[in-house]
């Protein structure tokens, strides 16, 4: 036995965790004011709050092409695709909230604490193909984990995940036309395209985590319904939906080993390098520091525009309160 | 304004209900922090409205709404849940009768 006291694991009432778990059995949604085991408050505030930071700092790999979109439809598309972004990241905060953590202390835990976000985050965008090959394949990968979150058994985490699936479409489609366009392009832009699938096609495999065998939080959140698919499943689906839209733009996918089983219809591939995404995790990707770095400054530059709107708030509380 | 760690202050919370076109009853979209009523709707159009989904909005502070308690949900809704005579389902036709 460690000698040094953790703080316990919650000992919880097991007749109310037996109709908990009953109730997440049945399909039931659990809503903010149900009781909930202590675990899966946390697991929760810590999955969705990730997932809320991930959809912020999702701003900043493509918000670095916008000066330089190449014609004013594909500008006008990035920009709202950006702000959709940030959307997404207020849903999934709202719905955080409701389990009992202010929005001001899960940014503090991200930006000056230990809390994580999507590892995909942390690679560059080298070129104007980057942002085709995001929407298609690191938005591609998000809508299939997130329809599955869609039921996840927490209610404000569903809700929100059905605003934002309808809302991804768009982004799959824009980043997979662009792909499309510049697949069928000069042969620098076929070049081009080519090279940053090469690239982000790995990372985008490791956004479905590891394997299920060495996830550590799966279990919980598979028996809570908070997920419904296991990792390697979900991954399968998106190699299997992935492969003949490639196909069908004339590109290819960096792994000797992917081929067709007949007898499953699954499309089988190699294997992970999990030494990449456990440095990428522990904060040693291409990116890290650079991003952090940037949230970091805009929260901080932006300090005076939340401090002057609550001034202003304050000073003109009564006049509105007589006016109503 | 509450005040979070490092001194971090945190807007009020408002809940955010958006009509849909056409005539549809407002509906819970989310929430949203804003210093002010008139920011809190700025906010909750640009959060819930980029798509047209909205054609009003209703702001109201998250503390002023009452809610029933989930664990009193059984009794609560109890008178209304133990008078099936008030379906139309409970009372027969006679037999041919097939358009009510």
Known sequence: ?324 | MSTGPNGVGEWPLWEVFTQAPGGKPHEHAGSVHAPDAEIALQNARDVYTRRGEAVSLWVVPSGAIVASAPGDAGPFFDPGNDKPYRHPQFYKTPRGVKVF
């Open chain 1, 1 to 324: 036995m460690a000698t040094e006291a953790k703080p316990a694991a919650p000992t919880e009432d097991p007749v109310k965790l037996a109709e908990f778990e009953a109730r997440c059995d049945r399909g039931e949604t659990i809503e903010p004011k149900d009781w909930m085991p202590e675990k899966y408050r946390r697991q929760l505030t810590r999955m969705m709050s990730q997932h809320a930071h991930s959809e912020v700092v999702g701003m900043l790999p493509e918000g670095n092409w916008i000066t330089r979109a190449p014609n004013l439809r594909r500008k006008m598309c990035l920009i709202a695709k950006v702000q959709d972004e940030g959307g997404h990241g207020l849903y999934i905060y709202c719905g955080t909230e409701t389990l009992g953590t202010d929005r001001a202390e899960l940014i503090d835990q991200y930006l000056y604490g230990t809390a994580k976000y999507s590892s995909i985050f942390n690679y560059p965008t080298l070129t104007w193909a980057d942002i085709g090959v995001i929407g298609w394949l690191v938005d591609g990968a998000a809508i299939v984990n997130q329809t599955m979150l869609a039921h996840a058994s927490y209610g404000p985490y569903a809700r929100a995940m059905i605003r934002i699936c309808k809302e991804e479409n768009f982004h799959k489609r824009q980043g997979y036309e662009l792909c499309a366009t510049l697949a069928r392009g000069t042969p620098a832009q076929k070049a081009m395209v080519q090279d940053a699938v090469n690239r982000w096609w790995w990372p985008s495999l490791m956004m479905f985590g590891p394997h299920d065998t060495n996830s550590p939080h799966s279990a919980d959140l598979l028996r809570w319904k908070v997920k419904q698919k296991s990792n390697d499943d979900l991954r399968q689906r998106f190699v299997n939906l992935t492969v003949p839209q490639a196909q069908a733009i004339g590109l290819t996918l960096p792994d000797p080993d992917l081929k067709l089983d007949q007898a499953t219809g699954d499309w089988k591939f190699g294997e992970i390098d999990w030494s990449e995404f456990n440095a990428v995790i522990a904060g040693n990707g291409p990116m890290n520091r650079e991003r952090i770095a940037a949230r970091r400054k805009a929260h901080e530059e932006g300090a005076w525009v939340r401090e002057a709107a609550a001034a202003y708030a304050a000073k003109h509380q009564p006049a509105a309160g007589q006016a109503a």
